[in-house]
T-cell receptor, first 112, second 115 residues
Framework: ELKVEQNPLFLSMQEGKNYTIYCNYSTTSDRLYWYRQDPGKSLESLFVLLSNGAVKQEGRLMASLDTKARLSTLHITAAVHDLSATYFCAVDKSYNNNDMRFGAGTRLTVKP | NAGVTQTPKFRILKIGQSMTLQCAQDMNHNYMYWYRQDPGMGLKLIYYSVGAGITDKGEVPNGYNVSRSTTEDFPLRLELAAPSQTSVYFC??????????????FGPGTRLTVT
């Protein structure tokens, strides 16, 4: 059974600081996704990581994937208040993208 | 493009009632999904479809049924609603073909309360 674990589940940080969110998963998969959800809203795709060593960056967010360690990281650089949201990682259980498993989410609050 | 649309946005059901949550997408995506999100939790896959006429169970299918008669529509049916089905329901779609990114696009959600 594929399990996806994120940590931390809650993160409060000051503006301007750096931090990393971790996503571990329990079985072999080379497709990992990061999503953002604002309170009361739907999910927005941030990154799609499709191979070992994949690294993608968008603004102050950078995601990476290590399939051998079954670990993905979402690194936040110089946080700003607008990044406050819940971040989910999701792993494709099967190779054909038809059975996704989500982590519980990391609720990020960036304080001025 | 409207993307992924869901109706209704909110609904209150009494125990034992039935209803259908509607989902439509206009992006010509072949894959569609239904998830539920309980408060403070991640999403759990209920059912998915890889194309018209093809559906399969996800992680938490009990108490639900789906159909996919067209590429655009993927309704979710709740029979005999129970309080445990109180949740926010998200529909999503993606285009899957060799080498594509498999990114999912989500609808705005339906907030369902069963009392």
């Amino acid at each position: 059974e594929l399990k996806v674990e994120q940590n931390p589940l809650f993160l409060s940080m000051q503006e301007g600081k750096n931090y990393t969110i971790y996503c571990n998963y329990s079985t072999t998969s080379d497709r990992l996704y990061w999503y953002r959800q604002d309170p009361g809203k739907s999910l927005e795709s941030l990154f799609v990581l499709l191979s070992n060593g994949a690294v993608k960056q968008e603004g102050r967010l950078m995601a990476s994937l290590d399939t051998k360690a079954r670990l993905s990281t979402l690194h936040i650089t110089a946080a700003v208040h607008d990044l406050s949201a819940t971040y989910f990682c999701a792993v494709d259980k099967s190779y054909n993208n038809n059975d996704m498993r989500f982590g519980a989410g990391t609720r990020l609050t960036v304080k001025p | 493009n409207a993307g992924v649309t869901q109706t209704p946005k909110f609904r209150i059901l009494k125990i034992g009632q039935s209803m259908t949550l509607q989902c439509a997408q206009d992006m010509n995506h072949n894959y569609m999904y239904w998830y539920r999100q309980d408060p403070g939790m991640g999403l759990k896959l209920i059912y998915y479809s890889v194309g018209a006429g093809i559906t399969d169970k996800g992680e938490v299918p009990n108490g639900y049924n789906v159909s996919r008669s067209t590429t655009e529509d993927f309704p979710l049916r709740l029979e005999l609603a129970a309080p445990s089905q109180t949740s926010v329901y998200f529909c999503a779609s993606s285009f899957a073909q060799g080498g594509s990114s498999y990114e999912q696009y989500f609808g705005p959600g339906t907030r369902l309360t069963v009392t």
